[in-house]
């Protein structure tokens, strides 16, 4: 397994990716789903049976509860070192860049609660951003997730390399980031709930001259690399 490789040639948005293996008729729960913009896309496509979305952020928690609409889809708190569902309950696990805010001591833990809840043959898509990049550059200034990330990693890959699960493949892509101004970055990203980004004056300054170097009339523009480790329970 690799953690990255020497390039990637590959750019596309990662549910282009996903629905070429996403079992039709399929149970599916997603961990860590954030503000549910995938659990809207995968809902609306219309190929899975239904979707539990599970989200550790109480305030994005309670705003994901008001969402109407999605009928296909069930919002509860929980987090994947504790999943709160049945053995064998689903067909797929999605994580998309989640597993890195699980913490290092229960990242073990989390990979058997994903392998405990699918069902035999039911596969784990576990995708993570790639520590490189120019919007990593701007990230680490204030959020620096190597760390957390390399040990993201490597508890996947102990899960395989012990038996656990098995390794379907990994793909490398890079996915398109687009944010029309630094307000927007700001909003979004130093601003988000589940993490409490604490910046001085003078850090804030340097994130916003390093983040305004990719600004052109369009806005900012970015390429995140990313890896997926598309995981398989065997019997």
Not at 37 to 46: C, L
Not at 58 to 76: C, D, M, S, T
Not at 91 to 108: G, N, R, T, W, Y
Not at 192 to 206: D, N, Y
């Amino acid at each position: 397994m690799l953690l990255s490789p020497d390039t990637i040639e590959l750019v596309c948005d990662e549910m282009q990716l996903l629905n070429e293996v996403l079992p039709a008729g399929a149970r599916v729960l997603e961990l860590g789903c954030g503000k549910a913009e995938k659990t809207r896309a995968i809902a609306e496509g219309g190929k899975v049976e239904a979707i539990l979305a599970l989200e550790v952020d109480e305030v994005q928690h309670a705003k994901n509860l008001q969402i109407a609409g999605l009928p296909r889809v069930r919002f509860a708190a929980g987090g994947a070192q504790a999943i709160p569902a049945q053995d064998a309950s689903f067909d797929i696990v999605l994580m998309f860049k989640s597993l890195h805010h699980v913490p290092l001591a229960e990242m073990d833990r989390a990979l058997d609660e994903i392998r405990r809840v699918l069902r035999p043959g039911g596969l784990a898509w576990l995708s993570e951003p790639i520590f490189a990049g120019e919007y990593n550059e701007i990230m680490r200034l204030f959020h620096d997730e190597e760390r957390v990330r390399s040990a993201a990693f490597e508890a996947v890959r102990r899960a395989v390399d012990d038996g656990r699960m098995a390794l379907v493949r990994q793909i490398f892509f890079k996915a398109p980031l687009r944010f029309r101004d630094f307000a927007q970055f700001e909003r979004g990203v130093l601003n988000v709930t589940h993490t409490a980004h604490r910046l001085s004056p003078q850090l804030h300054e340097q994130v916003r001259e390093r983040f305004e170097r990719h600004m052109t009339p369009d806005g900012a523009f970015f390429q995140i690399p990313m890896r997926v480790d598309l995981l398989r329970k065997d019997a």
